[in-house]
């Protein structure tokens, strides 16, 4: 199944492959050329390791122009009163008496840990699209669920907190 992208997403995947492969991929190179010139290449530690990162980077490189073709470009607006990708919600959680805040992200970049929630997830799909101060049911399976009320939906984007690397 292709992964769905905003263009911002797409942006900040294009941002990666540039760094890894003028800045990252440039470094690697030279790390095994240093641990080259050490001696013996069986035994040595720094030689095997280099190689390793090198690797490690191709190989991301690699996924992420993988990942580029076959994303699904899907767009991040939304009305003005409903919550859409890239918005910040406050959700008062009816079970627990709380109120938790989350970020709604496409599905590469969902993050629980980081408060960012996929479109994908069953929190997500249940949001998506819906007003400030309505109740929505999130179904978990079929036979359970629960219920949370929007609070708040904060338009602008988080991009501040976002890192070339958070893909």
Not at 21 to 32: G, N, P, S
Not at 33 to 45: M, P
Not at 106 to 122: A, D, K, Q, V
């Amino acid at each position: 199944m292709a992964e769905q992208l905003t263009k911002s997403d797409v942006e900040k995947i294009r941002e990666e492959i540039e760094y890894r492969k003028l800045v990252v991929r440039k470094e690697a190179l030279e790390a095994v050329k240093e641990a080259r010139s050490h001696g013996d290449l069986s035994e040595n530690f720094e030689y095997h390791a280099a190689k390793k990162d090198k690797n490690q980077n191709e190989s991301r490189i690699r996924y992420l122009e993988r990942l580029l073709k076959t994303a699904v470009i899907v767009s991040d607006e939304s009305k003005e009163d409903e919550i859409g990708i890239n918005n910040t919600v406050q959700l008062y959680m009816e079970d627990d008496d709380e109120v938790e805040t989350y970020r709604l992200v496409t599905s590469i970049r969902g993050s629980s840990l980081r408060g960012l929630i996929s479109t994908e997830s069953p929190l997500g799909k249940a949001i998506l699209g819906h007003k400030l101060g309505e109740r929505v049911y999130v179904r978990i399976n079929d036979t359970s669920g629960y219920y949370v009320e929007i609070r708040s939906i904060d338009k602008t984007t988080g991009d501040a907190e976002d890192k070339i690397r958070s893909f």
